[in-house]
């Protein structure tokens, strides 16, 4: 006897594609060794702190980027994807700039520090 049952409705499976991204995400943490950092913490809805080993997520564009420079003495070159975004002093919080959806790195040079990884979800609504 075949089946007559109707068929069930497919869900979206997005939702819970981006909650599994975003719980990765925070679950990998910030900074490096033992202790965390609190540098990926404040709201992530239109704008982000980072620092060098931090990864996070931004829920909207466009996402404002604020950087926690590591220490030394002058300043650091910042760059993403081979692309230069700017040179900073060390030790400083700066303002990188306004991102949009995608994902973006942020590779402080001539530091011996690890980049850090911004994930944009989306548009303000």
């Given amino acids: 006897m075949p089946d007559t049952r109707l068929p069930r ?3 979206c499976f997005l939702p819970g594609l ?4 975003i719980l990765a995400t925070l679950l990998a943490g910030c900074g490096s060794g033992a202790t965390k950092s609190t540098a ?11 620092e060098p080993g931090c990864s996070t997520i931004c829920m909207a564009e466009p996402c404002a980027v604020h950087f926690r420079m590591p220490p ?5 070159l ?11 002093p ?5 303002f990188l700039g306004s991102f949009f959806t995608g994902g973006h790195i942020f590779v402080v040079e001539g530091a011996n ?3 850090a990884h911004l994930t944009v979800l989306g548009r303000a609504r």
């Fill in 18 to 21: 981006a909650t599994v991204l």
């Fill in 113 to 115: 520090v690890p980049p």
């Fill in 40 to 50: 990926c913490g404040g709201n992530n809805f239109e704008e982000v702190l980072l």
């Fill in 72 to 76: 030394g003495n002058g300043s650091f």
């Fill in 78 to 88: 910042v760059s993403g994807y081979g692309v230069d975004i700017g040179t900073y």
């Fill in 90 to 94: 060390a030790g400083q919080t700066v």
């Fill in 9 to 11: 409705p497919h869900r």
